[in-house]
């Protein structure tokens, strides 16, 4: 539509776009290509990432375009070039060491508390 040139010349051009690259209720989907900055994110990614670099990795175990609630679902993490357990944040690779505890973990409610049973 947008490169229709009969179109482009009796329909003002804001009416063309809303209809053509939009899809979904209230102008909120999908954008055109040339609208979308992945692909300069992924050029400039691409810069980044070399050999001898160290990267930040997630590997899911189900997608999370699938359903949000499989943004829980990770395996291995990759930080700092350091690997964790993805369900203990247990150190894998170089070493192999257990997460220390967090802070909040052995604290003990006040008692009084509304909705809070000791």
């Known amino acids: ?68 609630r499989n943004s829980t679902a990770i395996s291995p993490i990759m930080k700092n070039g350091r690997l964790y357990d993805g369900h203990t944040l247990d150190e894998i690779y170089p070493r192999q060491r257990p997460l220390p505890g967090f802070f909040w973990q052995n604290q003990v409610p006040e008692t009084g508390g509304v909705g809070i049973a000791r």
């Open 1 to 68: 539509m947008l490169d229709d040139p009969k179109l482009r010349h009796f329909t003002p051009y804001e009416e063309l776009e809303s209809r053509a690259s939009r899809r979904g209720s209230g102008g909120a989907g999908w954008l055109r290509d040339e609208e979308h900055v992945f692909y300069k994110h992924a050029r400039f990614v691409a810069d980044l990432v070399t050999a001898g670099k160290l990267a930040d990795i997630l590997v899911f175990d189900e997608s999370p375009l699938e359903g949000i």
